[in-house]
């Protein structure tokens, strides 16, 4: 039975028909569908670890007690588990081991442009990379195949585009594949440097020995057309290469992009007057043909910067200008990323705002505090560094700075990273104050539970952390919750906190608007009071706009969370139930 499929959904199936057992990950945009299919399968252990280097861990020990596992994570998300990565590449595996990492050219929703073929290559572990859903299922459950054999993890490369776009699949079985049999063995699992020399010389031969599969396997493979043009490509490059150049040219298609088939590629090369390396990102491909003394063409001609399209590559290779897209003759309004309607950051950085706070921001939805009308965040770098960084600025500055500053993290963030960070405030006697905007979910990513929630990923009851007694566990003596949507109370805990001479921790407890738990009814509107102040305004609020010169609420998009009535200083601004 053929069905349309999700990249990622495609690869979640693979993991299935491979017989995977135990798959452990942290949401990150666009790998985030993969373990959320793999919950459709009850044979398959799942979770949502607190963080990537968790679920790799999880994953690895899975692995080597003798079970097919696997973790899926977003190009960033690899950077936070590279640790174990790095060494289970020596140690080697007992059960298949397969991680997903999907990378996002032109930073859909991510704060940077990574390659993650150079992991690969660090690392010395395979990598795989589909085109498509069919090849998402296929690769996955080689992935398993070939790790086994190879005594060696996998990865599987995906893409925005390939994790996110449908095509056909064809559905199988699952396979049989029972949890292998632990064996103590420390020389292979317990990586101390004596163990771990001779760990390095078994690297290097599997490499070996992948170099030699890869330039037999039909994972790389020609298409002649009769051109005398070639194109190397791979993945969603080479998709986009089909569809512009179509039969013009001849292909050679690499599935496995570490190790690359050097003899295959030297050989393909020879054919042509003129050989053309498409990939997104990074030239890695065409610096090992460079390196094997291969002449092509690539970045010199196309860019190093976010994704490719068909009609870029046509106009590259075939010199035929096309437009880019097919655009409307109306202009179409912008419309920038913003916090919903509701959202219970907003109260927050209103906040902030107003006292003028130096505001060390973190990875989540509330990143959109930088945004206008707000502009309340400062400094965005990774997860969990909101709260680090702003020990390290405090320490910087010193004296009444440390009064100017806060830290905003979420509260999926903060116990993805940002533990050892307040830690660190503790310990070396920072007096900083962070605001852990607790909206009660992963909300960027589509609302996954986290340890906060009190459910696993099947929506199971489990232990739910405390988040102030855990604060209270980590040194800090003064933690307040408070409602964000408070404005007067709010601001009045602000300025206690920042005023301490000591680390303290303020709670920003309100829930998500769109939690189906969350009940806001009715819609707000101005009344006659109104001054045309425009302190409202100033919320940002999609729903809150002007008109002629005027303020308006559009009820189609408030859904009277109620927010701005505690803003107006003329109460021109009241609830009205539908």
Request: glycine residues 8%; aromatic residues 6%.
């Amino acid at each position: 039975m053929k069905k349309l499929l999700l990249g990622n959904a495609a690869v979640a199936r693979g993991a299935y028909e491979a017989g995977v057992n135990v798959v452990a990950s942290y949401p990150g945009t666009p790998s985030t569908e993969i373990t959320e299919e793999i919950v459709n399968f009850e044979e398959v252990y799942a979770e949502w670890s607190p963080n990537e280097k968790v679920a790799a861990e999880v994953a690895i020990g899975a692995s080597i007690a003798g079970a097919r596992a696997m973790s899926c994570m977003k190009h960033v998300g690899l950077n936070v588990m590279a640790d174990p990565v790095f060494t289970v590449s020596y140690s080697g595996v007992n059960g298949g081991l397969v991680f997903c990492v999907a990378d996002d050219p032109g930073m859909h929703s991510s704060q940077n442009e990574q390659d993650s073929r150079h992991y690969a290559k660090a690392s010395k572990i395979m990598m795989l990379e589909p085109s498509d859903s069919a090849e998402c299922k296929d690769y996955t459950k080689m992935a398993f195949d070939l790790s086994e054999k190879f005594d060696t993890p996998a990865f599987i490369r995906l893409s925005t585009r390939v994790s996110h776009s449908q095509s056909l699949v064809e559905l199988e079985n699952r396979k049989d594949v029972p949890v292998k049999n632990y064996e103590k063995n420390i020389g292979k699992y317990v990586m101390m440097p004596s163990n771990a020399i001779k760990r390095h010389v078994v690297v290097e031969d599997r490499i070996k020995a992948l170099k030699e599969f890869t330039e037999t396997s039909e994972i790389n493979k020609v298409e002649e057309n009769g051109s005398k043009i070639g194109v190397i490509s791979a993945g969603i490059a080479y998709v986009y290469a089909k569809e512009a150049l179509g039969d013009s040219v001849d292909y050679l298609k690499l599935g496995m992009v570490y190790p690359l088939p050097e003899k295959k590629m030297i050989e393909f090369a020879k054919k042509y007057d003129k050989v053309y390396v498409i990939e997104e990102l990074d030239p890695v491909i065409e610096n090992e043909c460079k390196a094997l003394g291969i002449e092509v063409s690539g970045k010199d001609l196309f860019s190093l910067l976010g994704e490719y399209t068909p009609n870029m590559i046509k106009s590259v290779v075939l010199g035929e200008d096309a437009p880019e897209s097919i655009c409307a003759k109306e202009n179409i309004p912008v419309r920038p990323p913003v916090m919903c309607a509701g959202c219970p950051h907003r109260g927050t950085f209103y906040v902030l705002k107003k006292l003028g706070l130096v505001v060390s921001g973190d990875i989540g939805c509330y990143t959109l505090g930088a945004a206008l009308p707000l502009q309340a965040v400062d400094t965005t770098i990774c997860m969990g560094a909101s709260v680090s960084a702003a020990h390290g600025m405090a320490k910087a500055q010193g004296g009444e700075f440390n009064k100017k500053l806060v830290s905003v993290i979420g509260d999926s963030t903060f116990m993805h990273s940002g533990i050892t960070g307040l830690i660190d405030i503790v310990y070396n006697k920072g007096n900083n104050t962070v605001i852990i905007l607790d909206n009660s979910i992963t909300g960027m990513t589509g609302h996954q539970d986290n340890p906060t929630t009190g459910y696993t990923i099947r929506g199971e009851e489990t232990k739910q952390v405390n988040l102030i007694a855990l604060c209270k566990a980590c040194g800090i003596e003064h933690v307040t919750v408070c409602d964000p949507f408070d404005i007067k109370e709010f601001e009045k805990v602000v300025k206690t906190e920042v005023e301490r001479e000591e680390p303290s921790v303020i709670i920003a407890q309100r829930p998500c608007a769109l939690l189906k738990s969350v009940k806001y009814t009715g819609h707000c509107k101005i009344n006659d009071n109104c001054k045309n102040c425009k302190m409202c305004m100033k919320l940002g609020c999609p729903a809150i706009t002007l008109k002629d010169g005027k303020v308006v609420i559009d009820q189609t998009q408030c859904n009277g969370c109620g927010l701005c009535t505690n803003v107006c200083p003329f109460g021109a601004i009241e609830k009205e139930e539908n």
